[in-house]
T-cell receptor
């Protein structure tokens, strides 16, 4: 079974631009979560989608948004990029099973210059 | 609220030394517990899990036991290798669809 796939692996953007990151979950997983990882702040939860609906949201500004499609694939968008948005963005999927773990992709490394 | 606390790093050990990384949690109820490992440039990989009290998760020589009485899930390995150098995260799943992660512990193993 294929794992969680994130594209692209690397992105370089300029302040003020916007960016869209893509995530394909493991087949059969309907829950998709997004995390931001930085050296200073560690792993921070952005949001979680299930059946095309945002079910949970972390404490990030409205510049960060996401969506999920009917095939469970998900995208996240960051508008008006700031230098502080430079980070590794991780997508993870899971089953709706209390004992199931999150399965992570290898992330998208975003650098804002 | 629910949370996970793990020991600060970095932890530096010599090859073949014994490893313990402490993890304690706060949760009302019965969460599932996980350890993840992250190698440079990669995402988090599930290392092991335990889903109820007294369960022992194990994988690749690593072990952790779900201790409800002490709300702990400490990671151990009897003899670490240089290839075990990575960042380790303790996590819990609670309230069906909520995950909480510790801050991560960096392990450096020297030959």
């Amino acid at each position: 079974k294929a794992g969680v796939t994130q594209t692209p692996r690397y992105l370089i953007k300029t302040r003020g631009q916007q960016v869209t990151l893509s995530c394909s979950p493991i087949s059969g997983h309907r829950s998709v979560s997004w995390y931001q990882q930085t050296p200073g702040q560690g792993l921070q939860f952005l949001f979680e989608y299930f059946s095309e609906t945002q079910r949970n949201k972390g404490n990030f500004p409205g510049r960060f948004s996401g969506r999920q499609f009917s095939n469970s694939r998900s995208e996240m968008n960051v508008s008006t990029l700031e230098l502080g948005d430079s980070a590794l963005y991780l997508c993870a999927s899971s089953l709706e099973d209390y004992n199931s773990p999150l399965h992570f992709g290898n992330g998208t490394r975003l650098t804002v210059t | 609220g629910d949370s996970v606390t793990q020991m600060e790093g970095p932890v530096t050990l010599s090859e073949e030394a014994f490893l313990t990384i402490n993890c304690t949690y706060t949760a009302t109820g019965y969460p599932s517990l996980f350890w993840y490992v992250q190698y440079p440039g990669e995402g988090l990989q599930l290392l092991l899990k335990a889903t109820k009290a007294d369960d022992k998760g194990s994988n690749k020589g690593f072990e952790a036991t779900y201790r409800k009485e002490t709300t702990s899930f400490h990671l151990e390995k009897g003899s670490v290798q240089v290839s075990d150098s990575a960042v380790y995260f303790c996590a819990l799943r609670y309230n069906f669809n909520k995950f909480y992660f510790g801050s991560g512990t960096k392990l450096n193993v020297k030959p």
